[in-house]
């Protein structure tokens, strides 16, 4: 591992049933996958949660260090594409509906908002610089 890695993160998933999985974290977490017949999460609706949930928490972190949020939302959304080379999302987007007091405090974080934002789409976020980056997925059988 070099000075700029960390160590490696991993994610288990079980079936549960035909098309039903479950995703275990590390921690002892779960989530339930499935192909969108049932209301668990599909691959492509937890890639996009992936998305806004990391740039979430960098948001968050940023803003409420100023002011509690009245509201905070984020939505991330793409348009699924199928092309000569396969099925894959385009037009990927990330939207922050956040709303602060009216006070010099909620002014100061609503300020830094946009900077907020920037900051972790251009540094932070693993999840959308590995998507922009185009990272390399290399599958296996064991």
Request: aromatic residues 4%.
């Amino acid at each position: 591992m070099t000075k700029n890695e960390s160590p490696a993160v991993a994610v288990g998933l079980n079936r549960r049933a035909s098309r039903k999985y479950s995703a275990i974290n590390a921690r002892g977490g779960a989530i339930s996958i499935g192909d969108g017949s049932d209301a668990s999460f599909t691959p492509v609706e937890l890639l996009l949660a992936a998305l806004a949930g990391c740039s979430a928490i960098d948001v968050d972190q940023a803003t409420s260090r100023h002011q509690s949020l009245r509201h905070f939302q984020v939505t991330a959304s793409a348009v699924k594409q199928q092309d000569g080379d396969g099925n894959k999302l385009g037009d990927l987007q990330v939207r922050f509906n956040l709303e602060f007091d009216d006070t010099l405090e909620g002014v100061a974080a609503q300020a830094i908002l946009p900077r907020a934002v920037e900051i972790s789409h251009a540094k932070l976020c693993t999840v959308s610089r590995t998507i922009e980056a185009g990272e390399r997925v290399r599958m296996e059988v064991v």
